[in-house]
């Protein structure tokens, strides 16, 4: 399975950006799909996620600003930033979440950066 993610940049405080990463290789068992970020000092945390049955999760800190959505026949998931703040500066990656016969697989994408500036 290839990630391949896009759409980062640097943009000014309330901007917005729209990221999108899409699969590649074995797409038939993804579960879900979703975006985490990393901040320079901090851990990752999980932005928000969408599953093969359409039900969406955020984390706390990008709801009522962000959504994640899924073009299911691209293989696609994308991830829009509104309203963004300096906290919000960080490298994104997408994840997928596979279930095969020998259980869950999870791949991760190369990143993209997101600087926000105030």
């Known amino acids: 399975v290839q990630l391949q993610a896009s759409g980062g940049g640097s943009v000014q405080a309330g901007g917005s950006l729209r990221l999108s990463c899409e699969a590649s290789?074995?797409?038939?068992?993804?579960?879900?799909m979703a975006w985490y970020r990393q901040a320079p000092g901090k851990q990752r945390e999980l932005v928000a996620q969408?599953?093969?049955?359409?039900?969406?999760n955020y984390g706390d800190s990008v709801k009522g600003r962000f959504t994640i959505s899924r073009d299911t026949a691209k293989n696609t998931v994308y991830l829009h930033l509104n309203g963004l703040k300096p906290d919000d500066t960080a490298v994104y990656y997408c994840?997928?979440?596979?279930?095969?016969?020998?259980?869950?697989?999870?791949?991760w994408g190369q990143g993209t950066l997101v600087t926000v500036s105030s």
């Open positions: 994840k997928t979440d596979h279930l095969g016969t020998t259980g869950w697989l999870y791949y």
């Open positions: 290789g074995r797409v038939d068992s993804i579960r879900a």
């Open positions: 969408v599953t093969s049955g359409g039900t969406t």
